[in-house]
């Protein structure tokens, strides 16, 4: 079923500057703008970034009260935000509109499930920083290179997988770390129950998750933010 | 860019307040029908003439209003999800009895029932307005034997929808020299 965005399509934009950049792995990095006095955001909704006539969204990694605006962003070259983004002089003005997006960490009696794939772990840094705790941590990635901030969700959450789909050949899996789709753990490790999960990531492991959980886990609340 | 996920291919899809539902449940079928006249609405914005610009930003407001009221219907009762939702209250509803006036008096009094049609723009209008009245009723199925709640100014705001559209619907004749259809018993 089509959502509506909350927010509107008619936003005003807002004008702020890259005050940082610094890579956490070959093709991801994390950029920080100045913050709009008047912008406000809760934790796990994205921004619109405009540029020459194209609009990308990204989560917010930052607290609402932050006086910096944090987005993590995957490099795809032939991307022409992405690529702007990676190679802009520190001080470049950027453009967007927002904030945008229901995904909100919701309290509740049932267990909560976060499951990110790559870059879709940004709403869930931003949720933890903001005090949101006690849940399962599932962060999909293809190496152990790429579980950035995976040392943020230490003290948050009661149990943190990495699922590794493609660890290097001979390289050793960190503690606790799963081989495979975090499909596969959902449906070997996840004992049956009814949780809330929190999706966040590419349309395919949203998919095959939401699916997963009209299988196995059919009295449990879904709340999906997917990257395009 | 993809549009399509493919969760819903077995026939289920996911309410904004996280529930996993089939997709002929009822808040799908509301949701459905509002997007049903959201469309009918863009399909009448696109056949107004150029000059109208005022009249196009009034309905497209209205289109923007009922992606809220998509929002409020695909939301169960008593979820926390509610507190993220943009209300759609009595001012709104306010606002579209305010329009009705202005556009009844630039249009003659009406004694008769009169046949949907006339200018493609009204004929618009005409669908618009009966599919407005069908998602007014799927959204009182919804509320059936329980307390409107908050869904209740999304009712009122339909109902005074649906009035708009009908006086809208003779506003696009009378803007196009077309005369009301008066209905021959």
Redesign the interface.
Same mark, same amino acid.
Request: with cysteine; hydrophobic share 40%; aromatic share 8%.
């Given at each position: 079923?089509?959502?509506?965005s909350?927010g509107?399509?008619?936003a005003s934009p807002f004008t702020t500057e890259l005050l940082r950049r610094s890579w956490l792995s070959e093709k991801s990095f994390e950029i920080e703008l100045s913050r709009p006095a008047t912008f406000q955001f809760?934790p796990g909704q994205r921004i619109r970034l405009l540029h020459r006539g194209l609009e990308r969204d990204y989560s917010l990694l930052s607290r609402p009260d932050s006086p910096r605006l944090g987005l993590c962003v995957r490099h795809v070259p032939a991307g022409p935000v992405s690529s702007l983004l990676a190679a802009a002089d520190i001080g470049t003005p950027i453009t967007f509109t927002g904030p945008y997006g229901?995904f909100?960490f919701?309290?509740?009696p049932r267990p909560p499930v976060l499951v990110a794939t790559g870059t879709g772990i940004a709403p869930f840094l931003s949720m933890t920083r903001s005090g949101v705790a006690g849940f399962t941590m599932l962060h999909g990635v293809r190496t152990t290179e790429e579980l950035y901030y995976r040392s943020d969700f230490g003290a948050a959450a009661s149990l943190y997988v990495p699922c590794l789909s493609h660890p290097l050949p001979g390289s050793a899996l960190p503690p606790g770390a799963y081989r495979g789709w975090v499909t596969g753990y959902l449906r070997e490790h996840l004992p049956p129950g009814a949780y809330?999960f929190y999706l966040c990531g590419r349309?395919e492991m949203?998919?095959d998750c939401?699916?997963l @959980?009209?299988e196995r886990f059919?009295d449990?609340? @879904?709340?999906?933010e997917?990257f395009? | 860019?993809?549009?399509?996920?493919?969760?819903?291919?077995?026939g289920?899809? *996911?309410?904004? *307040?996280?529930?996993?539902v089939e997709?002929s449940h009822g808040r799908?079928e509301a949701?459905g029908d509002v997007?049903e006249l959201n469309s009918h609405l863009g399909a009448l914005i696109a056949a107004l003439p150029e000059k109208q610009g005022k009249l196009r930003e009034e309905l497209q407001g209205i289109q923007?209003d009922l992606?809220?009221v998509?929002?409020w219907l695909?939301t169960s009762p008593g979820?926390? *999800?509610l507190e993220?939702?943009?209300e759609i209250g009595p001012g709104h509803t306010k606002a579209l009895e305010a329009a009705i006036d202005r556009i009844e008096a630039a249009l003659p009094p009406l004694r008769s029932f009169i046949l949907p049609g006339g200018h493609p723009t009204a004929a618009w209008a005409h669908i618009a307005r009966a599919v407005c009245r069908r998602a007014e009723r799927q959204v009182l199925r919804l509320t059936a034997g329980e307390p409107a709640g908050r869904l209740g100014s999304v009712i009122a705001y339909l109902n005074r929808l649906s009035d708009y559209l009908f006086v809208l619907a003779r506003f696009c004749n009378t803007l196009h020299g077309v005369t009301d259809k008066v209905w021959q018993k």
């Amino acid at each position: 079923m089509t959502i509506p965005s909350s927010g509107t399509s008619l936003a005003s934009p807002f004008t702020t500057e890259l005050l940082r950049r610094s890579w956490l792995s070959e093709k991801s990095f994390e950029i920080e703008l100045s913050r709009p006095a008047t912008f406000q955001f809760r934790p796990g909704q994205r921004i619109r970034l405009l540029h020459r006539g194209l609009e990308r969204d990204y989560s917010l990694l930052s607290r609402p009260d932050s006086p910096r605006l944090g987005l993590c962003v995957r490099h795809v070259p032939a991307g022409p935000v992405s690529s702007l983004l990676a190679a802009a002089d520190i001080g470049t003005p950027i453009t967007f509109t927002g904030p945008y997006g229901y995904f909100i960490f919701q309290r509740s009696p049932r267990p909560p499930v976060l499951v990110a794939t790559g870059t879709g772990i940004a709403p869930f840094l931003s949720m933890t920083r903001s005090g949101v705790a006690g849940f399962t941590m599932l962060h999909g990635v293809r190496t152990t290179e790429e579980l950035y901030y995976r040392s943020d969700f230490g003290a948050a959450a009661s149990l943190y997988v990495p699922c590794l789909s493609h660890p290097l050949p001979g390289s050793a899996l960190p503690p606790g770390a799963y081989r495979g789709w975090v499909t596969g753990y959902l449906r070997e490790h996840l004992p049956p129950g009814a949780y809330d999960f929190y999706l966040c990531g590419r349309r395919e492991m949203i998919r095959d998750c939401t699916l997963l @959980v009209d299988e196995r886990f059919s009295d449990s609340l @879904v709340y999906a933010e997917i990257f395009y | 860019m993809k549009t399509y996920v493919g969760s819903g291919d077995r026939g289920r899809t *996911s309410l904004l *307040s996280g529930e996993r539902v089939e997709k002929s449940h009822g808040r799908v079928e509301a949701v459905g029908d509002v997007d049903e006249l959201n469309s009918h609405l863009g399909a009448l914005i696109a056949a107004l003439p150029e000059k109208q610009g005022k009249l196009r930003e009034e309905l497209q407001g209205i289109q923007a209003d009922l992606f809220h009221v998509g929002a409020w219907l695909a939301t169960s009762p008593g979820s926390p *999800s509610l507190e993220m939702l943009q209300e759609i209250g009595p001012g709104h509803t306010k606002a579209l009895e305010a329009a009705i006036d202005r556009i009844e008096a630039a249009l003659p009094p009406l004694r008769s029932f009169i046949l949907p049609g006339g200018h493609p723009t009204a004929a618009w209008a005409h669908i618009a307005r009966a599919v407005c009245r069908r998602a007014e009723r799927q959204v009182l199925r919804l509320t059936a034997g329980e307390p409107a709640g908050r869904l209740g100014s999304v009712i009122a705001y339909l109902n005074r929808l649906s009035d708009y559209l009908f006086v809208l619907a003779r506003f696009c004749n009378t803007l196009h020299g077309v005369t009301d259809k008066v209905w021959q018993k």
